[in-house]
């Protein structure tokens, strides 16, 4: 069995302290996860983050998390989110400032990891060029020996009740399909919509993460109500397939009572 971790969403702000509390920031939710990431046993082998890890783009929150993350003892895998700036990322994690889309892929051990970039400047929903999909295309067909992951800042649209903004739009999502089918695709995962939600598309598991800023109220049909939360997905990996729990950072659940595991394997 093997495990990695999944994160979305930091939106970390060093310019706007007024998207921050003292109850729930994501500049310290942050720090809490990397010091999680560290003290795991079995070590994961990796760590996700689907987009949006700054709230505004700007340098000053780029250095702040290439510090804090510099701490993780695995590695870490970056992807860019609506919120994002390209040019601004590259210029503070590789030295240049293009600002093309942001796309990769990388193996570790039986993994390959491949990262796609759905942000469209300016705007919320998400799509995917078509240099992207000749990517994603030659990098599946170098992967038959792999358990192959994906991942995506907006969901692919799969419901035809949808919001256009929650997902990549109906064509992108259409396409991606297309690309995928017929390969041993182990996950999706994504962020984006600021809730833990496990989805089954053809097939084809879709993760998102509410991420380290803030979940949404599924209840709440009106408005968008936002949440005080903020969690990591643990994900591990397994004959049987995937399995996914949710480590809840914020707010800290206080304890009830404790129980010895010895006594409850004794009532099996």
Avoid at 122 to 127: E, F, I, L
Wanted: aromatic content about 8%.
């Amino acid at each position: 069995m093997s495990s990695f971790l999944h994160i979305s969403d930091l939106h970390i702000s060093c310019r706007l302290r007024d998207t921050q509390n003292e109850n729930n920031n994501p500049n310290s939710n942050l720090k809490m996860a990397i010091n999680i990431t560290n003290r795991l046993t079995p070590k994961p082998k990796f760590v996700i983050f689907s987009g949006d890890l700054t709230d505004t783009g700007d340098l000053e929150s780029y250095e702040y998390l290439k510090s804090v993350i510099s701490a993780s003892k695995i590695p870490i895998i970056l992807a860019l989110g609506n919120h994002d700036n390209r040019s601004n990322f590259r210029k503070v994690f590789y030295g240049s400032e293009i600002d093309d889309p942001y796309f990769h892929a990388s193996e570790y051990d039986e993994f390959k990891v491949i990262v796609l970039d759905t942000s469209k400047p300016s705007k919320v929903s998400g799509t995917i060029c078509e240099n992207q999909f000749i990517f994603l295309q030659e990098v599946l067909n170098e992967s038959k020996n792999h358990k192959v992951l994906l991942v995506l800042h907006h969901p692919p649209s799969v419901d035809e009740d949808d919001l256009p903004w929650t997902t990549l739009d109906k064509k992108s999502s259409l396409e991606l399909y297309s690309c995928l089918k017929g390969h041993d695709i182990s996950g999706i995962f994504c962020g984006h919509i600021h809730l833990n939600k496990f989805i089954n598309w053809n097939n084809i598991p879709i993760i998102t993460s509410s991420g380290l800023q803030s979940t949404i109220d599924p209840l709440e049909k009106t408005e968008l109500r936002l949440l005080e939360a903020a969690s990591v997905n643990l994900c591990k990996l397994n004959k049987g397939g995937l399995n996914i729990t949710s480590l809840q950072i914020h707010p800290a659940g206080r304890e009830i009572r404790r129980v010895n595991k010895n006594l409850l394997g004794l009532m099996v």
